[in-house]
């Protein structure tokens, strides 16, 4: 795993446990902010673990209602098809919780916190332009009516190609595939256009004589 890559889902989650009052946040904040993070990627293992469980204890049930309840081969069919199902899930969730472990232990690393945490004081100092440069990038929208998540992925992804000197297409790129696990189904659709809006107006700004 890249550390920037988990430097931006740490910045995420953590962005996910502020107010509205970011700009009030101390430095100290901020680093407690991403432990609060890793603790919360910890607990997201055991939940993992605990949901795969239950899929294979349903799983199991399917399997021997099929063997006790079932007229026709047909329903017999359709109880294994669902005990099998069933077991897939929670094997493939089984497999998120095993890669998870990996995630928490690079986040531990100074480049990845340093990354982190000059995120989250960019989105907090530069708020104000950062936010300004996603309303006038919105289509028919109003940002305090986006989705809060969507919003901090935004909000990072802006503030890496505005202030951190993260090529725009890695930003979006990076912004996409975190709407894709964080977000709902069509979201990285809506993070992808707005990001290259923003993009655009970037280099259509006309630089300012100092």
């Known amino acids: ?51 795969a469980a239950s899929e294979l204890k349903r799983g199991s049930d399917r399997l021997i209602d099929s063997e006790i309840q079932a007229t026709t081969v047909k329903s017999a069919r359709a109880m294994v098809s669902d005990a099998i199902e069933q077991t897939q899930t929670a094997i493939n969730r089984v497999g998120m919780a095993m890669e998870l472990p990996e995630f928490i232990q690079l986040t531990n690393q100074k480049e990845v916190k340093a990354y982190a945490l000059e995120i989250l004081s960019t989105v907090k100092q530069e708020r104000a332009e950062i936010d300004d440069l996603i309303s006038n990038s919105l289509v028919n929208w109003q940002l305090n009516r986006i989705a809060r998540i ?19 297409r890695i930003a979006i790129n990076e912004a996409v595939e975190l709407a894709k696990r964080y977000s709902g189904e069509d979201a990285y659709r809506f993070v992808n256009g707005v990001l290259r809006r923003v993009s655009d107006r970037l280099k259509n700004r006309i630089p300012q004589n100092t």
């Open 150 to 168: 969507d919003r901090d992925i935004l909000r990072i992804a802006v503030a890496e190609m505005h202030y951190l000197g993260v090529q725009d």
């Open 1 to 51: 795993m890249q550390p920037r890559r988990i430097a931006r889902e740490l910045a995420l989650l953590s962005l996910s446990q502020v107010s509205s009052n970011l700009e009030k946040l101390h430095q100290e904040q901020l680093s407690d902010l991403v432990l609060g993070a890793v603790r919360t990627l910890t607990q997201e293992v055991h939940d993992i673990l605990e949901t």
